[in-house]
């Protein structure tokens, strides 16, 4: 398949087998952008994920357990969301990798503390910021499901155990790290889905992102979510992206006639002869302008001359954006004349870009042009020249086209991708369930917002088709379920939903991310977390993944741990009285 | 007022003095944070806000121009938004600040050109490299609205000239720093104008926000828009915003009994006594029971404990979170018993905060038990407590809040105010307006998406009352417009809406921010930003403000601009032929 958008970094073809070693340079760059405070922090994470990114309330909830000698109690927290995004019924979880990075880095430095005795009332005991500036994650264990799964609503995403006060202060930079990563690459997810395996998918989102790191985490996870690229160059520095792009509006009309174009030539790319690029153009352009009854005067030669002076910059990777001044009239009929001349010089153009009006029509017309020309000068290659369209696009504008039968190669897609538009928070909570042997139960008058307590373990049950059937929580203290052997899921909430489920594979879902001060499992590149995403929506069935109306995916909970929840649910809720 | 949301950096009523000198603190230690390749950057600005934080196309244009010739052209950008956000007649100006403080520190390191060779065609040629490597932006020329000033729709925002690569590389990156900025700054002034100047407003929202740095920059520009602080540890670190918080529910919940709180004991404020605590909260508890008829036995003793506890570790700026269990069964006594049993021993309770059911009632509950208590003890202060309403509160929550009469004086906002859920980006575009002395104009078929060519000065024009009337666009070498004197405003593009107007003071909106590499301006402070956030709303007639149909402010071209604009169209238009 042809690279549709130039310029790139990265042949895609031999990206993964250099991925490990990209990944190490990068976060070589990335890591002196992160130090902070007197630390310098080696993580290749934004400088501004450090302990104070969190709501002061950890810090006074973490004085309040100090003084009242509670730093040893051990907690357990989940780590889960309520509500799958985007009215669907699946998520990919992200973040987990920066959660761990996190963790690494995780002290507060002297200048962090300096700023907290200002923060915080001068009855603080000084003890008590001793206390903070030792403080490390070293007895903390995190349980995680893989980064880049499919996720669904109550199960937990990660498991997070330790003493009392240390778990606490995790809990906001934790969910910043999560909730829109996650976010983003479910709604990259679903872009792909609804263009389908075999379009492209370049993320443009930069200029509209919520903030300068908005951007580079919505490139990244757009791309692990299924995207093919980005616009983004510091985040194809960083992460190892391929990044694309063509040129702009401000390029066109910064030429108004074919004077602006002072490189006319062209070397011939075998011949080595030196030809006059301009000229072909031209003949080209009244040859074209007779086959294809445009009249050559309408068609603007400012934009003739921008794209002749970008074809001669760029022979090998030339796109044009032709709806400067009107597609049908000027940029299709310029940019048919370019490609056309370069080809006389040894080169191929890749294709054009469509920034504006009927994207359906106008991608039909191209390509029906491009047929043309194909036919009438048997040049097949012609045919393949690639449409690349931008403009707003959102999920439900993609599902349009492809009604329309569109001809579109390639999506640019900004604002809806990385503002998430449709929905843009994810809702996930960092929940206490157990302190010291103690289950701990969040009651609400909302049954959906009701905790489900105690140290759990998960599990996705998959079918004898190979497709994931239910994921079930259990107590840890329970055996997992077997392969083959019939278990009893039930509806966590609604007593009478139940079903006996027999799985043809169990897999567990968490592993030990980060034990005894260290991560402890090898983390995947960012190339590797996105397989294992295009993997994990793999095993999802159809109808769960489809926009229109999904079916929910089905979560449960064990018999065991239904009982010990709906009795401690019971043991808290006073019984009201009425009078 | 009372501070009603406990610890908190900063004092107030002192911060605007002592301002420059914590931004300066303030800046030595995020300067830190900000380096990059093997340049340091020393401006107080995420290390992610670099020249490669772009598009890719910015560089392979940049390259083209090179090539051809054009790196000394001189062109002239408009940095401009079409549509005011959230259905509203008005934005509030941001970013300005960062944008210069990005020109302040513009050039690419070695490691960005090492990256570019690797992301470019291999054909591009050395020396562009080299180019790149000396490009500064010492030629260029900001003109810009102050930032914290209220605009409108087609008045560009920036002028940004100079030669024509160098000016369009600036592009994405300034859009970036405004867009976001600009969104959250008129976010926040809008809760500020549908809560009321009276009321509290606190941002809660990095745990929802579209990353870390989302987070980061929500807290600056809310605080910059009307916000009285920010949950934000980092934000208040770095910013000098003022830092709040209370607890979670996670602190009550960690308690499960009277038992788990081992601190029950107090030293009297004056008297330096140590007191029984817990003795004379269970005293109060059950006289307040008998009081206001609540059975003591449906109060949650863990509650109970983890309010003791807090109290204990801050007497001086206790507030507590009264939902955990039941709002009134349980919190609201177990706060009433601790406060009063605070008061003995010499302390002030402040306040308690509710996050969820319903915010309007919940709070006149609240407040009624205020009042009898203040009353049956003859205890006036106990009146005055605060209620601090937080759980996913928006601009339409909170003016049906106002309808009902809500006893609330303290708003927590978080998902809504940071990602700005109603309209999550800004269209800031930044679009070519002159090359050399050319103007360009930018034709589409949507009236509204041309723009508005060469090069403009822009004024303000007030009425007798004050209030700002309508805002006028000039070519640049029309005289200003004089005070008292009679000027024609024409509707850009609608020919007979035209006006006279007759202008009490005329503001010219545009001063010069940067000029021969530098900043030519003194930059407010983020204190003073806010006070001209305030200043600039207030000239602004209450209609344009109101939430409900506002009013459109008018935005005009003069007579001059108006003919030179249409002129150009017409020349640029083609002429369709229909057969």
Not at 184 to 198: D, L, M, P, S
Not at 291 to 312: K, N, P, Q, R, T
């Amino acid at each position: 398949m042809a690279d549709y958008c130039s310029p790139s970094s990265v042949d895609e073809s031999t990206s993964s087998s250099s991925d490990k070693q990209c990944q190490s340079l990068d976060t070589r760059v990335f890591s002196k952008n992160a130090c902070c405070g007197t630390t310098t922090r080696l993580t290749n994470q934004n400088g501004v994920v450090q302990p104070l990114l969190t709501d002061l309330y950890q810090i006074t909830m973490a004085y309040a357990y100090w003084k009242n000698g509670m730093c040893s109690n051990y907690a357990v927290f989940d780590l889960f969301f309520r509500k799958n995004p985007f009215h669907g019924e699946y998520t990919v979880f992200a973040g987990l990798d920066e959660c761990l990075k996190f963790l690494q880095s995780f002290n507060y430095s002297h200048s962090d503390i300096e700023y907290l005795k200002s923060a915080l009332p001068p009855t603080v005991e000084h003890d008590f910021f001793t206390y903070l500036h030792q403080l490390s994650p070293k007895d903390v264990t995190v349980y995680a499901i893989p980064e880049g799964s499919v996720v669904f609503p109550k199960i937990p995403l990660l498991r997070v155990e330790g003493p009392l006060p240390v778990v606490q202060l995790l809990e906001t930079t934790f969910l910043t790290l999560v909730n829109y990563a996650s976010l983003v690459a479910t709604n990259a997810a679903r872009f792909r889905i609804a263009a389908g395996q075999h379009i492209k998918l370049l993320e443009y989102g930069l200029r509209r992102a919520q903030g300068p790191d908005g951007g580079l985490s919505a490139s990244k996870y757009a791309y692990m979510g299924g995207f093919d690229g980005t616009s983004n160059v510091l985040a194809g520095k960083l992460f190892n992206i391929p990044v694309k792009g063509t040129h702009a509006h401000a390029f066109v009309m910064s030429f108004s006639s074919t004077e602006d174009c002072n490189l006319k030539t062209l070397t011939h790319r075998t011949t080595g002869e030196v030809k006059d690029l301009m000229a072909i153009c031209q003949k080209w352009l009244s040859e074209l302008s007779g086959f294809l009854h445009i009249l050559s005067d309408e068609a603007s030669s400012g934009e003739l001359a921008a794209f002749v002076s970008y074809a001669a910059a760029f022979p090998d990777s030339f796109i044009a954006l032709i709806d400067t001044y009107d597609v049908i009239k000027s940029g299709l009929l310029n940019f048919c004349a370019v490609a056309l001349a370069l080809d006389e010089l040894g080169y191929r153009a890749l294709g054009i870009r469509i920034d504006s009006g009927d994207l359906a029509y106008l991608s039909i017309i191209a390509k029906e042009t491009f047929n043309k020309i194909a036919q009438r000068y048997e040049y097949p290659w012609f045919s393949s020249l690639a449409v690349v369209a931008s403009n707003d696009i959102n999920e439900e504008t993609i599902l349009s086209l492809n009604e329309q039968g569109h001809k579109i190669d390639c999506f640019g897609i900004g604002t809806h991708l990385v503002t998430c538009q449709k929905q843009p928070a994810l809702g996930c909570v960092y929940k206490l369930v157990q302190v010291n042997k103690r289950p701990c139960i969040k009651l609400s008058l909302d049954v959906e917002k009701v905790t489900i307590p105690g140290k759990k373990n998960a599990f996705r049950l998959y079918g004898q088709d190979g497709r994931a059937l239910i994921d079930l929580l259990q107590k840890v203290e329970e055996p997992a379920p077997d392969p083959g052997k019939r278990v009893l899921c039930r509806h966590p909430f609604q007593e009478s939903k139940r079903a006996y489920v027999l799985p043809s594979k169990v897999e567990p879902l968490y592993k030990i991310y980060w034990d005894k001060g260290k991560i402890c499992e090898p983390l995947p590149t960012l190339q590797e977390v996105r397989e294992h995403v295009r993997q994990s929506l793999f095993h999802l069935r159809q109808d769960i993944k489809r926009s229109l109306n999904p079916t929910p995916y089905k979560v449960s909970v064990s018999d065991d741990l239904y009982h010990f929840m709906h009795n401690l649910w019971l043991e808290n809720a006073p019984i009201g009285e009425l009078s």
